[in-house]
């Protein structure tokens, strides 16, 4: 009677037994892309002529979109606000193998390349992702709300750090120029390493709901879906990385053929700092994206706030420790320009970020200081 019973129930597989390789949640596209860019750096795609770069450029937009569909997925299984610190923390690692490696081979100017590096993806980050984010969110939803406590706490922390590395060393007297001496590099590297730790915990553990989305609006079906299973999240995390490895070295390789057609235009080399920096940060772009366009700010926010935090918390650290062990200067300071532009920026935020509510306006207004960004780094 029971095997009669069983025999005649519907034969679906429960949660645990659904396959690895779901076409839903890993369709074979996002598997293909990282592997397509790691055959792509094995065999140095983008050295092939004019056919290769084209076909690496397109291999690069692809692992991109790979990335970013992988970490929603390990973002869907570990939950917020962890999720939001999978991608930043493994774009910001590997965004300082690309700055330490391009340090020591020599191309560009390698006292500059961290800081113009840094303050290119601040202002991308800042200016660029949030203001997309609140203009898409603004035009669909027409007004959009998320948690003030953390974002708050995201700006302090960021208005502190970016100052203290960015804006000081122009006005210390140990050293002269943009530099710090090896102490102050020193301390600095610690005082920023240590607010982005604090920050994390707070984030994590202390106090978590500050980052947590108010409540499910109804527009997001992602956060009913049922979420992957432990292994599909484990291939889904190794994808990712694979993606964001092939991202990097496959910009790096292309950078030669970008800093060759920038002086062949009559353009400033701060150009391949600012488009690497874009190529890099376009996963946390489209992933921050979505989530606003889901009519979900406070994941939006907390990707790219939390991505700036880490561009400095984790980046300066680790590009301080590799100049002094190889013994590269570093020159952190920037001018009176960028200085204005930073300034303006993180006012705006405060202001625009400061009522726990946003409107196409403030997002408009992001995108036009970036803008003027981009065009003073054209025409300085």
Request: charged residues 10%.
């Amino acid at each position: 009677m029971i095997d009669t019973v069983a025999d005649d129930m519907p034969t679906a597989a429960p949660a645990p037994a659904r396959k690895l390789l779901d076409k839903h949640i890993l369709p074979a596209w996002s598997l293909a892309m990282p592997i397509l860019g790691a055959i792509a750096i094995v065999i140095s795609l983008a050295k092939m002529g004019s056919f290769g770069v084209a076909a690496a450029g397109l291999i690069l937009i692809g692992a991109v979109v790979a990335a970013v569909h992988h970490a929603e997925v390990v973002a869907h299984r570990v939950g917020e606000p962890f999720g939001t610190l999978v991608l930043a923390v493994a774009v910001t690692v590997i965004e300082v193998s690309l700055i330490i490696s391009l340090m020591t081979s020599g191309g560009g100017d390698a006292a500059t390349l961290a800081r113009d590096t840094v303050f290119a993806a601040i202002m991308i980050i800042l200016n660029g992702i949030v203001g997309i984010c609140l203009l898409v969110g603004g035009v669909r939803h027409h007004e959009q709300a998320f948690g003030l406590k953390g974002v708050s706490a995201a700006l302090c922390v960021l208005a502190a750090m970016a100052t203290l590395s960015l804006i000081l060393p122009n006005y210390t007297l140990s050293a002269a120029g943009p530099f710090f001496t090896t102490s102050q590099l020193i301390f600095t590297a610690c005082v920023s390493l240590a607010l982005y730790a604090t920050f994390v915990l707070i984030q994590t553990v202390r106090h978590r709901d500050y980052f947590l989305p108010a409540g499910d609006t109804g527009e997001d079906e992602d956060s009913h879906a049922e979420p992957p299973t432990n292994a599909q999240a484990l291939v889904a995390f190794g994808m990712l990385v694979l993606a964001l490895i092939s991202v990097v070295l496959l910009a790096k390789a292309l950078a030669p053929t970008l800093e060759a057609a920038v002086l062949g235009a009559g353009l400033p080399i701060a150009l391949v700092g600012v488009a690497i920096a874009a190529l890099v940060l376009a996963p946390e772009s489209l992933a921050a994206v979505n989530a606003a366009r889901r009519n979900r700010l406070q994941t939006s926010l907390n990707l790219a706030l939390g991505s700036a935090l880490a561009t400095i918390g984790l980046t300066i650290p680790s590009v301080a420790i590799a100049s002094l062990y190889l013994e590269l200067p570093i020159a952190l300071g920037i001018d009176a320009r960028e200085i204005t532009l930073l300034a303006l920026s993180m006012i705006v935020a405060v202001l625009s970020l400061g009522t726990g509510r946003t409107t196409v306006l403030q997002g408009v207004v992001h995108l036009l200081i970036f803008a003027t960004f981009l065009f003073t780094t054209i025409v300085p």
